[in-house]
């Protein structure tokens, strides 16, 4: 729950739960959350190196979903601004709007899984 | 934001993710199955203490032992999924954090969108309807990729993962092309 919070006070700090902000960093008028983002990937990155052989992690390979699974999500990811994370942290911020966004993604993942279930059934990995 | 990968990472020894413990969160499974991992930990646990303590006062055979230790997680090497309980605690976590943001900040209650997403949506019903609809895509999306932003975007091209940065590079390309197609369209940030 700690990182949680702390999570969510990050993603609103860099402006992550901004519509505006985000919007502009996809039509490239303002890098700076593309930056943010690149240079924690960029941190992480060594951080990750740094703990290699201390944690065993999983390897996430390409699998059928992953490419029709992006782009679906990249279509959500412009049109609500959101990511799953996002959408809670703007909960919590005090954009109620973001409920509707919640319960799209409730609706999404439960529909999914639904139809991983029965229809599709090949190894997706997963982030804990 | 890598701070936050890194030390969940460390403490919580698994790796970060959100679309992950929604899943998770909304799995009935899950929870069945958390339950049940408990009881049968508590179970065995409380038989294996008896049998030891029988063993070791095998003149004292009758008395019943409460034992007050927390029952040990099954160290079964990374375990991919974070438990029922604590995706849930994490998600509370997350909108606490937004919650802490916007007291620190005094931003205000917002219950209808406003600038580009009601200047192309509208800032009525078609705004909730779009949200709701985007929102749809966005779970099906990141469960059938199985990760998001974080997981994917965050920790896995962190990690150099071939589907990590396959599912980065088809998410963020196709949210750009959106936006400014959307942008194109009904005139957005230039």
Avoid at chain 2, 5 to 33: H, K, N, W
């Amino acid at each position: 729950m700690g990182f949680g919070a702390l999570f969510g006070f990050v993603l609103c700090g860099v402006g992550f739960t901004d519509y505006d902000e985000f919007h502009k960093m996809l039509t490239f008028v303002d890098l700076r959350m593309f930056l943010a983002f690149c240079g924690s990937v960029a941190i992480s990155a060594v951080g990750y190196r740094a703990m290699r052989n201390i944690r065993r992690l999983p390897t996430r390979w390409i699998h059928k979903g992953t490419i029709p699974g992006g782009v679906l999500f990249g279509v959500g990811w412009a049109v609500t601004g959101a990511c799953p994370g996002v959408a809670f942290a703007q909960l919590g911020e005090g954009k109620l709007w973001a409920l509707a966004t919640l319960a799209g993604v409730a609706v999404g993942t439960l529909a999914y899984q639904l139809v991983h279930a029965r229809f599709l059934r090949f190894d997706r990995g997963s982030c804990g | 934001m890598s701070g936050t990968a890194l030390g969940y990472l460390l403490v919580v020894r698994r790796p970060f993710g959100i679309s992950g413990a929604v899943g998770t969160v909304l799995s009935r499974e899950a929870r069945v199955d958390e339950k049940q991992a408990e009881s049968i930990d508590d179970k065995a646990l409380e038989e294996a203490m008896l049998a030891a303590t029988r063993a070791a006062f095998p003149d004292e055979t009758s008395g019943s032992f409460a034992c007050d230790t927390a029952p040990a997680e099954p160290d079964s090497g990374l375990a991919q999924q974070l438990g029922w309980s604590r995706s849930l605690a994490f998600l509370v976590g997350l909108t606490l954090g937004g919650a802490v943001f916007s007291i620190v900040t005094h931003a205000t209650m917002e219950t209808v969108t406003t600038g580009f997403h009601a200047h192309f949506f509208g800032d009525g019903v078609t705004g909730y309807l779009a949200l709701l609809v985007g929102g749809i895509f966005v779970g099906a999306g990141t469960s059938m990729a199985g990760g998001c932003t974080s997981g994917h975007g965050l920790v896995g091209c962190a990690r150099l993962q071939p589907g990590s940065l396959v599912a980065t590079a088809s998410f963020f390309g196709t949210a750009i092309a959106v936006s400014l197609l959307l942008s194109f369209l009904l005139g957005g940030a230039r």
